[in-house]
């Protein structure tokens, strides 16, 4: 049940860009997008509803699809900020409890 | 703003004592409530769902008799770890469940670390 995601770390200089994966083995109602610093508590990034729609939030945006169950994450010229772990979460049901995925490391240095 | 907030931020015990975590909705009301652990390096684990005047649902594997959850108002969830024990050292989150009406965004609390001695 336990999405999964990849790659498991990725490594950027300033202003590269990345995409995170995450697959499921189930329909997927929904997916979510966070993003944990080191020592905090996950901070939402968005969410992705079945449809296969697109969101973006300034130079993050992600997809959906639905029918493949997939999402993936992109991040575009990327930020000192941006470092830390990201999850992806998925709900087969509304309602229900995010199930998370294992999570994808990203590092970015100047 | 936070919507949901949680108590202690972080606690130290010894071990085979017991220690509770507060979890609170400030903005509407939750019938429903998540509680995750998360360990080092891991991912967040959902422990139970906390369903508002009934008894909690536990995923398979977590000891309901050790971690008791008591949701008594529409407001406040708490998680009580029993007899706490070295391996039970833990990052705690809670989350709330959205509301009727409102998209399906799950938001969390800052989290507790319980560090047991």
């Known amino acids: 049940q336990q999405p999964v995601q990849s790659p498991q770390a990725v490594i950027l200089r300033e202003g590269e860009d990345a995409v995170i994966n995450c697959s499921s083995s189930?329909?997927?109602?929904?997916v979510h997008w966070y993003r944990q610093k080191h020592g905090e508590a996950p901070v939402f990034l968005m969410i992705l509803l079945k449809g296969g729609e697109q969101k973006g939030h300034e130079k993050i945006s992600a997809s959906f699809n639905e029918k493949k169950q997939q999402s993936s994450l992109y991040l575009t010229a990327s930020q000192l900020s941006y470092s830390g772990t990201y999850f992806c979460?998925?709900?087969?049901?509304?309602?229900?409890?995010?199930?998370f995925g294992k999570g994808t490391t990203l590092s970015v240095s100047s | 703003g936070a919507v949901v907030s949680q108590h202690p931020s972080r606690v130290i015990c010894k071990s085979g004592t017991s220690v509770k975590i507060e979890c609170r909705s400030l903005?509407?009301?939750?019938?429903?409530m998540f509680w995750y652990r998360q360990f080092p390096k891991q991912s967040l684990m959902l422990m139970a769902t906390s369903n508002e005047g009934s008894k909690a649902t536990y995923e398979q594997g977590v000891e309901k008799d050790k971690f008791l959850i008591n949701h008594a108002s529409l407001t406040l969830s708490t998680l009580t770890v029993t007899s706490a024990h070295p391996e039970d050292s833990s990052f705690y989150i809670c989350?709330?469940?959205?509301?009727?009406?409102?998209?399906?965004?799950?938001?969390f609390g800052p989290g507790t670390r319980l560090t047991v001695l």
């Open positions: 189930k329909a997927l109602y929904s």
């Open positions: 903005d509407f009301q939750a019938t429903t």
């Open positions: 989350s709330k469940a959205p509301g009727q009406g409102r998209t399906d965004t799950q938001y």
């Open positions: 979460g998925t709900k087969s049901q509304a309602g229900t409890a995010l199930i």
